[in-house]
């Protein structure tokens, strides 16, 4: 269930704005990148045909349908969409206070719960460092793909790192991972921590 407030402001804005797009559009569609991590982005667009999912879930407003999707209905909890105009036309302000909190649990994505594990283990022991892991992808065959940055990129103990810390803590907690894989430029050594 989407517990999201679209305030009338915000409403009339998006709106207006539907109605001077060329081509079909079916609303808005709003989503989080990178849920549940520091990193997350909360996003308004505009929603066509092919952007729709069988999961997403739908609210019906006055003017437009919104269309949420589905993985980031749990970030989105309690967000708010206003827009307050000003003497330079106005601004649309999302807030979404749960986007970086990280929700978690056995039934959601592969890559949300890496990340979780990354974000609340891994990268708080790399952060004494200076360093930091990021996923990049989750490949067809189950491997983690990882980046390292800051003090782990070029560190001459990352290969260390890399198996006995942060794929052993992965492959732990989440046994359907068939391990990690490192695409980090280690050449670049100009902040490592061990060179």
Do not use: W
């Not at 999912?53 to 967000?79: C, I, Q």
């Not at 909190?101 to 200076?130: C, F, Q, T």
């Amino acid at each position: 269930m989407v517990n999201i407030t679209i305030t009338e402001p915000a409403q009339e804005y998006l709106a207006e704005l539907l109605t001077k797009q060329e081509g079909e559009v079916l609303g808005v569609r709003m989503f989080v990148n990178q849920p549940g991590t520091p990193g997350a982005e909360t996003c308004i667009a505009y929603c066509r045909a092919g952007d729709v999912t069988e999961e997403d879930e739908l609210v019906t407003y006055p003017a437009f349908t919104g269309y949420f999707e589905k993985r980031s209905v749990p970030y989105l909890d309690e967000a708010m969409v206003d827009y307050a105009a000003d003497k330079f036309g106005g601004q649309l302000t999302i807030k979404a206070p749960n986007s970086k909190m990280p929700k978690v649990g056995p039934d959601s994505p592969l890559d949300d719960r890496v990340n979780y594990i990354l974000y609340n283990e891994v990268n708080p022991s790399l952060a004494a460092h200076g360093g930091e892991v990021s996923l990049m992808e989750i490949t067809d065959d189950r491997f983690a793909v990882l980046q390292f940055g800051g003090g782990c990129q070029g560190c001459g103990m990352v290969d260390a790192t890399l198996k006995e810390g942060v794929e052993k803590t992965l492959v732990e907690q989440l046994p359907e991972l068939a391990g990690v894989k490192d695409v980090t430029d280690h050449s670049i050594r100009d902040n490592a921590y061990f060179k």
